[in-house]
């Protein structure tokens, strides 16, 4: 097993980012660069079929129009991406139609426990169903039959696009269209996989589904596609983790998850985001550029996010939730942060169209060393939205006085009988406090993860006990030798 | 004679029936105790009477002097005479105690056919009170409510009743949160305005209360009905013996 | 950014010709010249995110003429509604330019007006532009066009408040002015101003002052501002402090608009603290109707640690009014131990109004304490049926309740006879308003 240990060595190499390691397996790529036939290539081996093709195309064709449009707004800084140096279809090469798991590359399952996500049904968590995806593709999903009985799709997009293309042609683009954003377009163009959940109606999804992406291939972009459609009266609640090896070179990362939730219908989704967030220097690590949108287009239907957001180099992502059904609501919890050189722009859209929705927004960001971290958010309510209810706390916390921290809201109000409450802080960690449990026998390391913890509380606690756990370690880890 | 007359009043709020019934008469001069477990319509009682958005009388009168109540907006009850005070008085910031009290006085004057009472007459008369009260003067420059600890208001929400001279005064759960210092100043002030023209209402949880405020009749009030009525040594047995008889009925 | 701008507007070369400029001084030319460049490339439309909510894409179809090269507009007297601020020296100002005949004697000020300042001396280079920065669109284009203004230069206490009434009115085509007031003090020194800022019925007019204000080591500037709009005039107005360490700039800017009011008024201020120990307070108060347009926009920038910054906006709309408050605190690296509050409320009298609202933070320094807080809403139920409950009729309760609400903002005027009159202004526009729905 030359891979494990090699995997053991790279591990011992990483301080402080522990999931590092590079999978040596096998891989097949199509080349490098972005084109027409690269797309088509993608869409051949993903053996879609026609349709399919031609939105990638029409997404393609319309973001060669946008030429240089990136977003500038955000307060990140990169150098000029080339879209052309990198490649948009990586996947270990055995293919990934397992009958069971016994199929799966052993150095496959080893990475994901690595990643402490067992793949094995015996060694789960009670209760978590699992779909990986490796690169550009899905390798493993696990408690598929157990879902199928429910009535629960919870696949593969790629698959999902042959096996109910009734659904996916019906839901995919309608909450975020291919023409959204520059990265949403790019996405849509050349998306490989990601995951689908349908939730029938009346379903309260007995576990919770996660999907567990991992980068490992070298200049590969990875751009998952994620589609949840809760059907009236139905629970789900849905996970995501991401990580990838430690490389001196940027790579992107551009996701669109789409979640549709309709009469009386709840989503809850929540991720853990830990891409490799480049050395202490800003050397490497992930640009993580991702559209995540929901409609609550039912009544009374409601959309949680939650994020725990610690790595990449950039973040640019908003989370945001379109209430269109009468008393639906949305809320949106966050934990970003920030150390080294890592740049966060993160917040939410909260689009407030029907009468009586609510929203929700606690952001908590956490600013060390050089790094820049801001919440960019908007609260907007039309005009039908009577009684609309939004409120909105965002605190910053700055450990260190070369960091920045920054909090820019937008609020827009066009009816009279809706509230809107905002509220921001910006601090520094508490002396008093660092001292007291210093005082108290604690190293300042403990310490700092202790109060930044409690800072989160609000946050973390909405986050499924499995993930919670996970998430305060994080917090830690991410903060290492940000003082002293 | 009858001050405050409720007959088999039923009224919902967001549609569920709350009160389910309630038969009810005061004689000027009287002080009536209303008691009984939480949740069980004391409150709903006080707001219909006072009339706040949001409660739904679905059928029954009520009568202050003969005069039909339930046809009058809150404001106009409140000139009439009706006067309640609060569990839990609302902040209002920026507007200051004296503004507020003098505007609510000059409502009620200009709706009896008085002539307003200026500034310095005003400020006289609310320097009397608040020394007969033993409140501290200073209270009424200060932003209504804001910042006023529990006892603070309760002892505001006394003087503004003394200020207005209500026909009928409610105080709703007045005695919530107090230490029986500030307790006697609200049964003090209460005491002090009882006459032989005015009629009282004293909602409350506790029987504490009611040993500094002494009830005519004492009603039990459960599931939204009144289901025993007595003197006042029906309180004192209500406190030995708690709830439970009237509350599984 | 050529998109973002919308170039084909009345302010060009044709414009420039026909304004009866100042003097001819070199330094004067020169700094025009970069001016003109500044707005070569047109007026901010919404793709410019500062302007985002108040683009000035209608303004740049209207055809202004210089307001000096109007001759058949004639004021002959103050308006009678113009507060009279007790103990003030008057001076007036019609369409930026500077009336001896309706103004109080200068006499014993140090005061002049900018024309006579530009001629007689030379210190005039080093005080125009230098704290406000030709990047601001509307600095700019002042600074390319201003014909006229007042120097204040403080030593010492000014005891009586400077009363500055600015008076705009259009003849028969519309008008624009960009009038310059510059206020330097020495340190130690004080002052107080008090502005009124009108409009006379009749065609539109584009009213574009900068205000630049020095504030010196211990030196006190205490300005307060009102504009009232009744028509549909362009009121955009630039204010830029530089507080030096502890100073003191206390700022309070109010926006009054009538039922008729169509116009568009943007008051700006950008305080930049530049020592430790400085107070800085920015505070407004806005009650519009009709389809007025006010945005307030600050930008107060902690360069230097060790000061306390405070803002306390409050809002009121009725009609078809739309609001706008954007805030940016910035506290720079190493601006250690700054303090800075800032706070946007905005009540809905009716269905109709629009606001925008977006508080900024920007913090590069660890050791602050930095908080802001916005809302927008209609008046609490609960606070209308205690009215209610203690025997005020709706419309008292409500008036009552819409002036608590503004009187948290008024209440930072710390000048208690310019309060009153402020308080005032504001009470008559509640009165105008009436039985408030």
Known sequence: MAAISQTTAAVRDVEQYKYGFVTDIETERAPKGLNESIIRFISAKKDEPEWMLEWRLKAYRYWLTLGDQEPTWAKVTYPRIDYQDSYYYAAPKQQAKYESLDEVDPKLIETYNKLGIPLKEQQMLAGVAVDAVFDSISVATT????????????????????????????????????????????????????????????????????????????????????????????????????????????????????????????????????????????????????????????????????????????????????????????????????????????????????????????????????????????????????????????????????????????????????????????SKISEEQLFYCLQRGMTQEEAVSLIVNGFCKEVLQTLPMEFAVEAQKLVAISLEGSVG | MALLKIKNLHANVAGKEILKGISLTINAGEMHAIMGPNGTGKSTLSNVIAGRDGYEVTSGEVLLDDNNLLAMSADERARAGVFLAFQYPVEIPGVSTSNFLKTALNAKRRAAGLPEIDAMEFLKLVKAKTKALGIPDDIIKRQLNVGFSGGEKKRAEVLQMTLLEPRIAILDETDSGLDIDALKVVADGVNNLRSADRGFLVITHYQRLLNYIVPDHVHVMSGGRIVASGGKELALTLEAEGYAKYQAA | MATSFITAHPFGDAYAARAGALPAVAWLESLRRFARAEIAGGLPGAQVEEWRFTPLTQLAKIGFIPAASADDVDVTAVPLDVPVVPGAVRVVLVNGVYRADLSDSLDGLDLRTLRDAVSSSKDMESAVGRVAPLSLPMVALNTAFMEDGLVIAVRGSVTRPVHIISIGAAGSSPVAFHPRVVITTEPGASLSIVETHIGLPGQPFLANPVTEVFVAEDAAVRRFVSVTEEGDAYHLATTVASVASRGTFEAFHMGLGGHKAEGTTRQEIHVVVNGEGTKVNVSGAYAIAGTMHHDFTTVINHRVGGSASRQVFKGVLDGRSHGVYQGRLRVAPDAQKTDARQVHKALFLAHGPAVDCKPELEIDADDVQCAHGAATGALDSDQLFYMAARGIDPETARALLVEGFLAEAIAEIGDESVRVVFAAQMAAWLQRRGGAS
């Open chain 1, 143 to 426: 408690y598929k039959k157990k879902l199928q009985e429910l009535g629960v799709i919870f696949s593969p997009i790629s698959e999902a696009v042959k096996t109910h293309p009734e659904l996916v042609k019906k839901y995919l683009g309608s909450v975020v269209p291919y023409s959204d954003n520059f990265f949403a377009t790019l996405n849509s163009a050349v998306f490989t996989d990601g995951s689908f959940v349908y939730i029938p109606k009346g379903l309260r999804c007995p576990m919770e589904l996660s999907t567990y992406f991992r980068i490992n291939e070298k200049n590969t972009g990875q751009f998952e596609r994620t589609l949840i459609i809760a059907d009236e009266g139905s629970y789900v609640s849905y996970l995501e983790g991401c990580t990838a090896p430690q490389r001196d070179e940027n790579q992107l990362h551009a996701a669109v998850v789409e979640l549709v939730a309709l009469d009386d219908a709840e989503i809850k989704y929540s991720t853990v985001q830990n891409w490799y967030p480049g050395d202490e220097n800003g050397k490497g690590g992930i640009y993580n550029f991702v559209t995540k949108r929901a409609a609550c287009r039912g009544r009374n239907s409601k959309v949680m996010w939650t994020q725990v957001e610690t790595g990449s180099s950039i973040t640019w992502k908003y989370p945001s939730c379109i209430l269109q059904g009468e008393n639906s609501s949305g809320e949106f919890y966050s934990v970003a942060i920030t150390n080294n050189r890592q740049q966060a722009d993160t917040g939410t859209k909260m689009i407030h169209i029907g009468r009586n929705t609510k929203s929700r927004i606690v952001s908590k960001g956490i600013s060390a060393g050089r790094s820049s971290n801001t919440y960019r958010g908007l609260v907007r309510v039309q005009g039908k939205a009577d009684g609309a209810r939004n409120y909105t706390q965002c605190d910053s916390l700055l450990i260190g006085d070369r960091c920045s921290a920054n909090t820019v809201p937008y609020i827009e109000s066009r009816n009279p009988t809706a509230q809107t409450e905002h509220e921001a802080t910006t």
